[in-house]
């Protein structure tokens, strides 16, 4: 799968990978996984959200990889990762799984960052045996378990079925978003982003999610309405922290609360006022700090994780 179009300049253009590679997940699905920065460096895992890909994460890339292991990969559908017909919430998990496999040596331990869709990854891998001996911490950044459509926002309309039904219409459209327009960037901004953020970051966003191929966006809508991982917030043990934006339409804060309250380690969290839905992008050094500060606080460095990478991935290049 040929990559995406991106912005080409700027903070949010993606960085070149010190490495690529692609993960095997458990049906045989290739996920196409980049890893930056130093090999002997603490480690974080950043998983991105519905309609994204790896380029969504350059900001904290940049920042984070001058002294971590940072390691992204396109969920299946997106970015670089081939389509696959399974889509499930299980099929997420598997495919975190695959990357920490493929990714991190035995018992080497990492934050691991979900943005959205990636923060319900995180959630619904928590019992997972892979999950259990790699994550050191967690970042749940503007995301949900339950009740997505219900509790959305993007119709200024009073709250009930007929705008939850209205709403699960459009997050649920199959036909293309594209090409970048200014009409394309005014409705992407109104329902993904604060309504102070700047014309870069409007255009980044714009890039990456209008190249999401329609079926896949379609495929993956369809589990985000049917979610319920309230089940797997309550399994993630390790420290954890949330993040959200007042202004989010998506996943509104309400989502964050419920999070805080039924997370059975919550460290911290954090409400930034008028930022929307794509905190990475619209409040890149809020994101990156928290997970610096994580890191610090969460993960230690031994000589045994820098051991080679398994052979549960096969290296496209280097």
Known sequence: MSRPMHVTAGPYAPPVPAREMTAVSADGSRLHVEIHGPEDAPAVVLA??????????????????????????????????????????????????????ATLAPGRQAVIAGHSMGGMTVMAAAGRPAFREHAAAVLLCST???????????????AGKPRTWLTKKILGARGPLGPVTPVSRAMLKYGTMGPG????????????????????????SKVLDLLE??????EIGVP????????????????????????????GSTELAGVGHMTPVEAPESVSGR???????YVTVSTADTADTRDTATKESA
Request: glycine share 4%; hydrophobic share 45%; charged share 20%.
């Open 291 to 297: 997970i610096r500060e994580l890191v610090t606080t």
């Open 197 to 220: 953020s700047a014309p870069h970051m409007v255009e980044a966003v714009a890039r990456i999610v209008l190249a999401c191929p329609p079926r896949a966006r379609h495929a993956w």
């Open 240 to 267: 954890t922290a949330v993040l959200c934006g007042t202004a989010d339409r998506l996943t509104p804060p309400v989502h964050s609360r419920a999070l805080v309250a039924a997370l059975p380690n919550c460290v």
């Open 144 to 158: 949900g378990s339950s009740r997505l459509v219900a509790e959305s926002t993007v119709l200024p309309i009073r």
């Open 48 to 101: 991105h959200g519905w309609t994204c890909s790896t380029a969504f994460w350059a900001a904290q890339i940049r920042d984070l990889a001058a002294d971590h292991r940072v390691i992204t990969y396109d969920q299946r559908g997106h970015g670089r990762s081939p389509a696959s017909p399974a889509c499930s919430t299980d099929a997420l998990a598997d495919d975190l799984e695959a990357v920490l496999k």
């Open 229 to 234: 991982l309230d089940h797997g917030v309550r």
